[in-house]
Nanobody, 115 residues
């Protein structure tokens, strides 16, 4: 059974950095676009960034442009989200998602930005 497992979340001060990882089990990771989403309490899950299957064409929500970078390593079946200059409003549970006919989600990793 294919699974997505996120890691790398934690508590960081404003202005700090974190790198999230999402490791996929199973085959065919390289044929799917991947994305990162986040959800804060009381809000719907928000799209943050996505990347095409070949690692090109990264896209970002306006609020993270210039601060977050999405990359992937198809040899390691892993997608990353480098988050710099973090702000308190970035606090959320972050999820990775496989863009397949039946989307696949990870379990999420908590990111807390607080002094």
């Amino acid at each position: 059974q294919v699974q997505l497992v996120e890691s790398g979340g934690g508590l960081v001060q404003p202005g700090g950095s974190l790198r999230l990882s999402c490791a996929a089990s199973g085959r065919d990771f390289s044929i799917y676009s991947m994305g990162w989403y986040r959800r804060t309490p009381g809000k719907q899950r928000e799209w943050v960034a996505s990347i095409a299957s070949g690692g090109d064409n990264p896209k970002y929500v306006d609020s993270v442009k210039g601060r977050f970078t999405i990359t992937r390593d198809n040899a390691k079946n892993t997608v990353y989200l480098q988050m710099n200059n973090l702000k308190p409003e970035d606090t959320a549970v972050y999820y990775c998602r496989r863009s397949s006919a039946v989307p696949l989600w990870g379990q999420g990793t908590q990111v807390t930005v607080s002094s």
